[in-house]
């Protein structure tokens, strides 16, 4: 099995490059801001936590996004793959994802580091934000995401780089052209 980390800052294009390695690969994706706002949306106790977290740009509490997390990943059956977006994003999520892997005989294969530069994130949120209105991508709420980024996330770059699994991608440029770098790491797993 597949089981492909993705992982950026806010915007760096998690989302975009997940609905395509679905189509091309036929993995399963979780996406844990999907998950969250799905459940915002049904009214659920879940949803109605998550919402105060999600609106002020942190992070919601890991106990609470592995379970989560392992609910899904079971949920899925026969799976060829899964697509992990937006997940982990603490130390302790990879930790715990990485026990979890191994209690199913599985592990991660590559962790996938969307790099792009803050400026170009902000633009691209802001012009999200304006068109599709998600509630966290304002001006106030972008900015807070990214402190959460680079206090709680980005220490994950040196974890998956001593678990051996770290690749960088450039996510700047045409989505198709991030998009073949990212099948060329995939192609030679
Ligand atoms: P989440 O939904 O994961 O949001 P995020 O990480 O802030 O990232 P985005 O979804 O905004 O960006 P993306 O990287 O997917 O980029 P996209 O492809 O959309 O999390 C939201 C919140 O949920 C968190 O703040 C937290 O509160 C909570 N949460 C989620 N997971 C959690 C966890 N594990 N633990 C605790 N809390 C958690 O692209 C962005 C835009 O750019 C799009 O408009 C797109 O069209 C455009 N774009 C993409 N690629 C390009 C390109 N190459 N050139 C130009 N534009 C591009
Ligand atoms: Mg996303």
């Known amino acids: 099995m597949l089981n492909i980390v993705i992982f950026g800052a806010p915007g760096s294009g998690k989302g975009t490059q997940s609905a395509r390695l679905v189509e091309k690969y036929g993995l399963n994706h979780i996406s844990t801001g999907d998950v969250l706002r799905a459940e915002i949306k ?10 105060g977290y999600i609106d002020n740009g942190q992070l919601i509490p890991d106990a609470l996004m592995i379970d989560i997390l392992a609910s899904v990943f079971d949920s899925f059956k026969d799976s060829k ?6 997940f982990p994003r603490t130390i302790a999520q990879a930790e715990a994802l990485k026990t979890m892997l191994a209690e199913r005989n599985q592990e991660v294969s590559v962790m996938l580091d969307l790099e792009v530069p803050e400026e170009e994130l ?30 709680q996330t980005a220490p994950l770059i040196d974890w998956y780089k001593k678990d051996g699994k770290y690749s960088h991608i450039k996510g700047v440029g045409t989505m198709d052209g991030i998009f073949a770098d990212i099948c060329a790491v995939i192609d030679k797993l």
């Open 122 to 151: 902000m633009t691209r949120l802001i012009k999200r934000g304006q068109e599709s209105g998600r509630a966290d991508d304002n001006e106030e709420t972008i900015k807070k995401r990214l402190v959460v980024y680079h206090s």
């Open 42 to 51: 049904n009214g659920t106790e879940l949803g109605k936590t998550a919402k």
């Open 81 to 86: 793959g899964v697509i992990f977006d937006g």
